[in-house]
């Protein structure tokens, strides 16, 4: 019950009480802005560095994987998704390796999440494929299982949200049951998987989701 509660760590006139969980998610972009910034600073054409060469490996395996899900029409996206994906890597991973409470545990921001990809989800299908047919594939195979098909539209968005926020917060309580009852040696490799490991895996999980609804959407 501790975790699911969410701490105010300070308030401002105008925002507010601001939540830890709102808290660190501005100190997460600050440190992706700053990093974006110091790590484009010098690019050349020619003879590139070895950390430029690595970025470009790195987006650009990210961008072929996502436009292998999307096609070609979907490229648009790609930005959206990789940011999104950059942004829960560090919330899951760095985020609790500095002490902080990862930003995920909190409902509110798996849930704010899990919108965006519905309203880019069903965007995606709408500029694709227009209104009209986007309001006609409610009622397809028949006008039977329209209630079911707009349904769907929060099924998606739900799905992804719990799952995010139910593996994080699962993680968190056998690491801490692992701690209560041997204090010792096992939590150190455990922590490291739902640290890291299990924190880049829904990341991944969550974008390729998204990507995946957007597919079958403008489909």
């Given at each position: 019950?501790?975790?699911?509660s969410?701490?105010?760590?300070?308030?401002?006139?105008?925002?507010?009480?601001?939540?830890?969980?709102?808290?660190?998610?501005?100190?997460?972009?600050?440190?992706?802005?700053?990093?974006?910034?110091?790590?484009?600073?010098?690019?050349?054409?020619?003879?590139?560095?070895?950390?430029?060469?690595?970025?470009?490996?790195?987006?650009?395996?990210?961008?072929?994987?996502?436009?292998?899900?999307?096609?070609?029409?979907?490229?648009?996206?790609?930005?959206?998704?990789?940011?999104?994906?950059?942004?829960?890597?560090?919330?899951?991973?760095?985020?609790?390796?500095?002490?902080?409470?990862?930003?995920?545990?909190?409902?509110?921001?798996?849930?704010?999440?899990?919108?965006?990809?519905?309203?880019?989800?069903?965007?995606?299908?709408?500029?694709?494929n227009?209104?009209?047919?986007?309001?006609?594939?409610?009622?397809?195979?028949?006008?039977?299982?329209?209630?079911?098909?707009?349904?769907?539209i929060?099924?998606?968005?739900?799905?992804?949200?719990?799952?995010?926020?139910?593996?994080?917060?699962?993680?968190?309580?056998?690491?801490?049951?692992?701690?209560?009852?041997?204090?010792?040696?096992?939590?150190?490799?455990?922590?490291?998987?739902?640290?890291?490991?299990?924190?880049?895996?829904?990341?991944?999980?969550?974008?390729?989701?998204t990507?995946?609804?957007?597919?079958?959407?403008?489909?």
């Amino acid at each position: 019950m501790e975790e699911l509660s969410c701490e105010t760590v300070f308030t401002l006139p105008v925002l507010g009480d601001i939540s830890e969980s709102v808290a660190v998610t501005w100190i997460i972009m600050a440190v992706l802005v700053i990093l974006s910034i110091i790590l484009v600073r010098n690019l050349r054409v020619e003879n590139p560095g070895k950390v430029q060469l690595a970025l470009e490996a790195a987006i650009g395996w990210a961008q072929d994987f996502l436009e292998g899900i999307l096609g070609k029409e979907g490229r648009r996206y790609i930005p959206y998704l990789i940011t999104v994906l950059l942004y829960l890597a560090a919330a899951n991973t760095l985020a609790p390796l500095f002490g902080f409470k990862p930003p995920t545990k909190d409902l509110n921001v798996t849930a704010a999440l899990a919108i965006m990809s519905m309203c880019l989800i069903e965007y995606s299908g709408i500029r694709k494929n227009g209104v009209g047919h986007w309001l006609r594939h409610f009622t397809k195979p028949v006008p039977l299982v329209t209630p079911i098909m707009v349904l769907e539209i929060v099924i998606r968005p739900l799905s992804l949200c719990m799952r995010l926020f139910g593996n994080m917060l699962a993680g968190f309580v056998v690491l801490e049951l692992l701690k209560f009852f041997v204090p010792l040696i096992i939590p150190i490799p455990v922590s490291f998987y739902f640290d890291i490991f299990d924190g880049l895996l829904q990341a991944y999980v969550f974008v390729f989701l998204t990507s995946l609804f957007m597919t079958e959407e403008m489909e």
